[in-house]
Each structure stands twice: as C-alpha cells, then as structure tokens.
C-alpha cells in the first residue's frame, strides 16, 4: 500500500426484519404506555426478528445490500468483520456463516464484541488492515437480534431494544478521502452497568457468585445515560481534533441510536444544528451494534450526505466502550 491511501466506505446496505412490534404492543405486554416511551427513549416501533431468523441471516442480506452498491461480488472481499452480541452461535462465529452464505472464498472472518461500540470498532479494525496494505477491502457488518435475549417481562428494557442489520464495504481509496482516523475506548470498571450474561456453564457458575450477571439483558439505564452524553461529546470531539478539524467542519453526525434524550444532549452540548444529527430511531429503537450502519444507509440513500461532507459516526455501548470514526465522504 502506498502512502497516502485511507480505507474508504464505498458501499452500504441495512436490513431489518419485517415485524414490527408497536408500542401499543408492548402497552399489552408489560405495565407501560406509547407515551411513557415516546417521551423517554422517541422510540415508537422496533423491528422483531422470527423465531426462525438469526443474525447472520440479517448480516448476510445487510451486506448483499452494501455489496450491490459498491458494485463488488462476494469472491472480491478479504475480510469480513461483524460487530454483533447476540451472534447464532458462540462459534463459528457469524462472520464465518456470513462468509459461506455469501460464497465469499476468499475472506478472512472474525466477529467483534463491543456491544453498541462495535460497528465503530469494526471500522477501527478493517480501516487499519487496509491501510497496512494486508487487506484490499473489507465488509463491516453491525447485526442483532437483541429480541432473543430481551426480558420480556422487565419494562426497564423491554421497550428500548429491536433486530436490524447495517453494513459497510471499505476499499481503498486516495487521501483526503475516506476514514481519516477513529477513536476507540473502553472502561471495564463499568461493565456491570449493562449486562447480558452467556449461555453456558461458566456463566452459570459466575451468577452463582455474583447476582448482578444472573439476569438477560440487564441495565442500570441512568448510569449508561450519563456516560452516552459525556463519552459522544467527547468522543466526537476527540477524532475531530485527530485530524485538525471541529465541529464547525462537522455536515452530518450519525449518533448511536439508544434514545433522543441522549442523542439530543450531546448535539446541544457539541452546539449542533438538529438538521447534522441523524435520527431513525423512532422506527428501529436501539439496534445495538447495527443501530449506527442502518442510519449510514438510510442517510446515504436518503440523500443527505455528499460527496465532500466531514461525516463523524459515534457509539458507546456495553463494557463499558464507545467509539467514533471521521470520514471525508466519496462515493
Ligand atoms: O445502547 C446503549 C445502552 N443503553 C442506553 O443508552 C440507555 C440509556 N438510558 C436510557 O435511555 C434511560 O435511562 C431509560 C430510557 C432506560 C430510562 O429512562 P429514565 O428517564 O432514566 O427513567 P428511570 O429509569 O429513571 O425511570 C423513571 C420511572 C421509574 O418509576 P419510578 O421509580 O419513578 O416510579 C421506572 O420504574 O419510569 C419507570 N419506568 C417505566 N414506566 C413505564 C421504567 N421503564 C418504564 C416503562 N414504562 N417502559
């Protein structure tokens, strides 16, 4: 690889299931109402994988998606990285499946716990592969099936989360153009504040020991709001500042999707104008780790990022983790 190439995004694609579970739904299924909801997280539906579907089915039809746009076939790609927690299988991973149903040969293929981080970590990861020269392009998937794991009798959590898939193919392309740098943290001190606990013997073990792993998705949603709003102001600021820009040089932000009071705070903190903060979360609810590659689609075909716009995407999620990537759009 020659100086002066970054991995650019050249292709997206989103796929989300097609049940859609209302708030009124959820009125029926816990003590809650539309506009408890509503006013608390602006989600008014999700989307509800089936019993049959799985998340490397919804990861292998986001990235059909991003793959027709770019314009790219399957055996083209290197690797494959899917940024998901509630994958099919603890292996193979759902990279690996996704690989096959794809039929491309010719990738390498790992998955990424990062929870709602990871479609940003992801970046991270395959933007470096391919301006080391190691990797000529990469598929980056975000994908989940949260719905398998939801308490669906805890209200606290029940309403915030849905099923969806985003992704992303990155190739190389000529500087200034492309991701221009990421920012990756993590604060395991904070781990118990979201928790999704593993189905195997050792996670049994470990609840035995510590009740707060003992749950399905569990969270302290204060805590978790507290720290959104400060790590995506600072997190945003942080790769900007990477690469000599502000948020004044900022046209679009794609924010994790976990709830508009969150997302409205840090754009009112970073000074934002609400037209350069995509939302969609009013349809989706919390997506994990496909929250932030389903808004790049939507924002992309929807026409709202140019050729030539700064565009930050930004995340933080279980572990406690976050992230942010900086793109000088071309496609
Ligand atoms: O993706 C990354 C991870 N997740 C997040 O980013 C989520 C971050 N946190 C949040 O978005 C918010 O904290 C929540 C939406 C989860 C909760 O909003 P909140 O304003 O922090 O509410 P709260 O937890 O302080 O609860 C307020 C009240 C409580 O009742 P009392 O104790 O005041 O009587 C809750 O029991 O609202 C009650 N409540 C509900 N009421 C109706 C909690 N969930 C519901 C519900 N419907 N679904």
Redesign the pocket.
Known sequence: MSAGKNAGIVGVGSYVPEKILTNYDLERM????NE??VT??GIEQRRIADENTFVSDLATKAAQRALEDAGMQAEEIELIVVATITADMSSPAAACMVQHNLGAVNAVAFDINA??SGFVYGLSVASQFIQTGCYKNALVIGAETLSKITNWKD??TC??FGDGAGAAVLKAVEAPYGILSTHTGTNGSMGKV?TIPALNLAAEELAKRDQEYARTIW?D??E??KF?VKIMVEATKRVLADVHLGVEDLDMIIP?Q??T??IDGAAKRLKLNKEKVFTNIQQYG?M?AASIPVALDEAVKGGLIQNDDIVVMVG???GLTWGSAVVKWQK
């Open positions: 816990v003590e809650t109402s408890w909801i608390r997280t929870a709602c209200r606290n309403v915030l979201l969270m949603g204060q978790v709001f959104a994790h976990a709830n009071r969150i919390n994990s933080f999620g279980g």
